[in-house]
Each structure stands twice: as structure tokens, then as C-alpha cells.
């Protein structure tokens, strides 16, 4: 089991940056393939990016919304993952959500919500016009 909090959120206005973290418990985080998710008011929950864990290689991955803006990356040694996001929108504004799961049908299903056996309470990110 795995328990997960991130921090990171904020105020920003449109164009600024802001890098979220998700700490994870437990010794066996480099086991687990990580996802980050975020929840806008009156919205579903989406997918936002994701990266697996770390042997072989590492794999990211992004919602096409958020490519070339954001950045997914993970210290294992730290039990860490993060989300780099840079040229924020206000379309970006939703509180995030880091999740973690060590299924096998990851790598085709990493963008599913469902897949995510352990997530975190979430951050506030408000990005303002």
C-alpha cells in the first residue's frame, strides 16, 4: 500500500509556472507506475500526464492538451513524482491529483482514472487571466 500527498498548488497568472509534488509512503515506490489527474469545478476528473515506473526505462506520458507545457518526472530515492507546468492557461485552473498503480495493463490504460488503485487528497491550482 502507498500513501500519497501532493503540494505545489497555487495562485498564478496565465503564463507562469508551477511545479506540483506527490510524496509517496512505503518502500516499493519504484514499483508503481504514476499518473497525475486533475478535476475541474462542474467537470470530470481528466488525465493530465503520466510515467512508469522506473526499470527497465522510463516512459512519460501526456494529455495532448498539456504536451509541450508540462513535464513528468519521479525521484525515486526521494519517493517523489512531479508535474512541471509551464505557460499556464486558465483553462489549466482544477485542483491535481497524483495516483498510483502497479497493474500490468498500465502501459495501454495509463490514461484511465479507473486503473489507479491510490490517490491523493489534491492541490489547488488557479491560474488567472
Known amino acids: 500500500q502507498v500513501q500519497l500527498l501532493e503540494s505545489g498548488g497555487g495562485l498564478v497568472q496565465a503564463g507562469g509556472s508551477l511545479r506540483l509534488s506527490c510524496a509517496a509512503s512505503?518502500?516499493?515506490?519504484?514499483?508503481?507506475?504514476m499518473g497525475w489527474f486533475r478535476q475541474a469545478p462542474g467537470k470530470e476528473r481528466e488525465f493530465v500526464a503520466a510515467?512508469?515506473?522506473?526499470?527497465?526505462?522510463?516512459?512519460?506520458f501526456y494529455a495532448d492538451s498539456v504536451k509541450g507545457r508540462f513535464t513528468i518526472s519521479r525521484d525515486n530515492a526521494n519517493n517523489t513524482v512531479y508535474l512541471q507546468m509551464n505557460s499556464l492557461r486558465p483553462e489549466d485552473t482544477a485542483v491535481y491529483y497524483c495516483?498510483?498503480?502497479?497493474?500490468?495493463?498500465?502501459?495501454?490504460?495509463?490514461?484511465?482514472?479507473?486503473?489507479?488503485?491510490?490517490w491523493g487528497q489534491g492541490t489547488q491550482v488557479t491560474v488567472s487571466s
Open positions: 512505503g518502500r516499493t515506490f519504484s514499483s508503481y507506475h
Open positions: 495516483a498510483a498503480t502497479m497493474r500490468a495493463n498500465w502501459y495501454q490504460l495509463f490514461a484511465r482514472s479507473g486503473l489507479y488503485d491510490y
Open positions: 510515467i512508469s515506473r522506473s526499470a527497465p526505462t522510463l516512459y512519460p
